[in-house]
């Protein structure tokens, strides 16, 4: 589990997470929606102890950012690291012993190719694949099905179905909410650095209706097709 309490965030004076409570359990999946710029990515990189703050992050283990794999919405790679090495890497620094690699390349990605040359999609599903050979407990995905081409994003889908099974914890955002609703137990929504809703897999469809209503009103018709 992970328990978080009083969390707050500054980049100087402004605020730009006020004071969340939350909890994620183990077994289950949660989703995080917002606008661009609500507080989801800096929520996030706090609980990977990537950025300070105030208030306490606890966790069912020693260090969490240890037993957390954190899949970044533009993953960062070396320019001359192929994608084996990639994941050697990020297996290495979790000593996790890797064996028959390309067996478990499910994505079939070009893995002596180096991975700054790889398209969006392909630079997704390569750190996705090494956070999950990590064997970690806890999963951080943002946005882990923008620039992915449908069919790996069904197999993404069921990755997450999977871990959830093996009572793994995993947390996702994305602005697809057709993924979300596929995936989650529970969706959280933030606003302006505050948690202002939590809907269960009952009241899905209702919040998505809420939140086309919300985002485009009338605009489409002041757009004035013909």
């Known amino acids: 589990?992970?328990?978080?309490?009083?969390?707050?965030?500054?980049?100087?004076?402004?605020?730009?997470?006020?004071?969340?409570?939350?909890?994620?359990?183990?077994?289950k999946v949660y989703g995080i929606v917002g606008e661009n710029g609500a507080g989801k990515t800096t929520l996030f990189r706090c609980?990977?102890?990537l950025e300070s703050h105030e208030g306490t992050i606890i966790?069912?283990?020693?260090?969490?950012?240890?037993?957390?794999?954190?899949?970044?919405?533009?993953?960062?790679?070396?320019?001359?690291?192929?994608?084996?090495?990639?994941?050697r890497l990020l297996c290495n620094a979790r000593n996790v012993t890797l064996k028959e690699l390309d067996k478990r390349n499910i994505f079939h990605l070009p893995l002596?190719?180096?991975?700054?040359?790889?398209?969006?999609g392909m630079k997704k599903k390569l750190a996705?694949?090494?956070?999950?050979l990590q064997e970690n407990d806890y999963f951080i995905l943002d946005e882990p099905f923008n620039g992915v081409d449908i069919q790996s994003n069904i197999i993404i889908t069921e990755i997450i179905h999977r871990l959830k099974e093996m009572g793994k914890t995993i947390i996702?955002?994305?602005?697809?909410?057709?993924?979300?609703?596929?995936?989650?137990?529970?969706?959280?929504?933030?606003?302006?650095?505050?948690?202002?809703?939590?809907?269960?897999?009952?009241?899905?469809?209702?919040?998505?209706?809420?939140?086309?209503?919300?985002?485009?009103g009338s605009q489409i018709d002041d757009l004035g097709l013909k």
Do not use: W
């Not at 589990?1 to 359990?25: P, R």
């Not at 954190?70 to 990639?86: A, V």
């Not at 202002?196 to 209503?213: A, G, H």
């Open 1 to 27: 589990m992970i328990d978080i309490k009083n969390l707050s965030k500054y980049y100087g004076s402004k605020q730009v997470l006020k004071d969340i409570n939350l909890s994620f359990e183990p077994s």
């Open 128 to 132: 996705l694949t090494a956070i999950l």
């Open 47 to 49: 609980i990977a102890g």
């Open 172 to 216: 996702i955002s994305s602005h697809i909410f057709s993924t979300l609703s596929a995936t989650c137990d529970e969706i959280q929504l933030i606003k302006d650095g505050r948690f202002i809703r939590k809907v269960s897999q009952d009241e899905f469809s209702l919040l998505e209706k809420e939140m086309k209503e919300v985002t485009i």
């Open 112 to 120: 002596d190719q180096y991975a700054s040359t790889y398209s969006t």
């Open 59 to 87: 966790a069912d283990c020693d260090e969490l950012r240890a037993h957390l794999g954190f899949l970044f919405t533009e993953p960062f790679f070396f320019s001359m690291m192929t994608g084996r090495e990639y994941i």
